[in-house]
């Protein structure tokens, strides 16, 4: 099993920052790939970024691209989500994702954490 807890969510004006953080805890040898989601209001959740564990290659939905950096520290066992310029249609309960080795979906996930961007 693995354990997954978010944090660094709040409210910020358009335009802020917030960075995100993911920390992992169990069986982290397992996993390949992490990432981050998002559920707005009335929508279906998003993949918004992924983060290979053995090489780093990041992915990100393009609505994020070039707003959005996602990064690991292997040695905190944590993942981070830097989002800069955010806009109102960034609001939504972020969760974090870890994907097993072999596997097609992400099947551990935190509890997410809430960013909201006001106008």
């Known amino acids: 099993q693995v354990q997954l807890v978010e944090s660094g969510g709040g409210s910020v004006q358009a335009g802020g920052s917030l960075k995100l953080s993911c920390a992992a805890s169990?069986?982290?040898?397992?996993?390949?790939?992490m990432g981050w989601y998002r559920q707005a209001p009335g929508e279906e959740r998003e993949f918004v970024s992924g983060?290979?564990?053995?090489?780093?290659?990041?992915r990100y939905t393009d609505s994020v691209k070039g707003r959005f950096t996602i990064s690991q520290d292997i040695t905190k066992k944590t993942m981070y989500l830097q989002m800069n310029s955010l806009k109102t249609e960034d609001t939504a309960v972020y969760y974090c994702?870890?994907?097993?080795?072999?596997?097609?979906?992400?099947?551990?996930w935190g509890r997410g954490t809430q960013v909201t961007v006001s106008s």
């Open positions: 169990g069986e982290i040898w397992s996993i390949c790939e």
């Open positions: 983060i290979r564990m053995d090489d780093g290659t990041t």
């Open positions: 994702a870890a994907k097993r080795c072999g596997a097609v979906d992400f099947g551990y």
